[in-house]
Each structure stands twice: as structure tokens, then as C-alpha cells.
């Protein structure tokens, strides 16, 4: 680069040499210029995730870390009266496929609720996602501020989730979905 430099204040540019220098600069620029008008949304997402690994297949965030997180908030504790050791409490679903198929019913089914929860309360839901949904309802008082919290965290691990996901994972997710009744 340096002798680049050099031939180029020497001699003057020639049409190549700019682009070749352009070439050159064209995908760093791109890469700073993404990360300047993504930054806040990279920012949030980085922060939501508990660590970060790795692997010849990718990166992968702690899925485990995030799931005994949640399995703490208020509002996906299981209903009084039932025992921990109780038994579990199952959402509606075939259950059927792979655990990951399994859970990405498990999200259509979670956004099946806050939807319906919209429509009982004459509240528009066309073209909106079940996040945009989940904070209408909050605003109005169709859910409480913890539910809705619960609502978007729940959807944000199911997005998370590895496809390798266990099916002692996936049954702990269909048992918190239960225990948000929306």
C-alpha cells in the first residue's frame, strides 16, 4: 500500500490505479456505513445475548443462559396451587416433529394469542407483528407491562434457539408459554 501510495503522488493517477484504490476501499466503507446505521439495533441485540461462541458452524449464543433467565420472571412463574414437582401444564400443539419444528409451533401458537387476545378487544392487527401487537395491548390495558415483557422475551429465545435444540429445552419453553396466560 505504501508503495502504492508512492507511485501514485510520483506519477500522478492513472483511471486504473483510482479504480483499483476504489475497489480497495469499497467493502470496508460498506461495513463501517452498516454497522453506523444498524448500530443501535446491534447494540440491543448484542446485549441481550449471554455469551457469545465460536464454531465451525457459526456463532452461537447461550440459549441455556437465556432460558434460566426467563424461567424467573414473575409473569411465566407456574399458577399457585400447582406444585413444581406437579407436573407440567402443555400448550396446545402437536408436539410432533423435531424439537426445533416443535418450537417454531410453539412461536406461531404464542403468536396465535397475543392476536386473538387483539381481536377480543376490537384492536387492529393487520400488517403488525405480535411484538407491535403485544405493546398495543399493553398500552390499552389488554395485558400487564410484566405479561407483555414475558410476551417479547419468550419470542426473542425462540428466535435464539439453536436447531439443535433438546426436547427437554423445547418442553421448559411450552411450560413457560402456558404459565404467560395471555
Known sequence: MKDFLKLIIENGPTWQQVFDLITALFWPLTIIICLAMFRKNLAQKISSLDSLKATTSGLEASFST?????????ALEAPKGLAKSGGQIFVEGSGGGTPYEQLQE???????????????????TENSTATAIASELK???GITIQKEQAFRELIELINLAPREIGQGQVNSIRSLISNLNL
Request: charged fraction near 35%.
Open 66 to 74: 437465556k432460558l434460566d433467565k426467563l424461567q424467573s420472571l414473575p
Open 106 to 124: 410453539l412461536r406461531d401458537i404464542l403468536n396465535g394469542k397475543i392476536i386473538s387476545k387483539a381481536k377480543d378487544l376490537n384492536l387492529k
Open 139 to 141: 398500552k390499552v390495558g
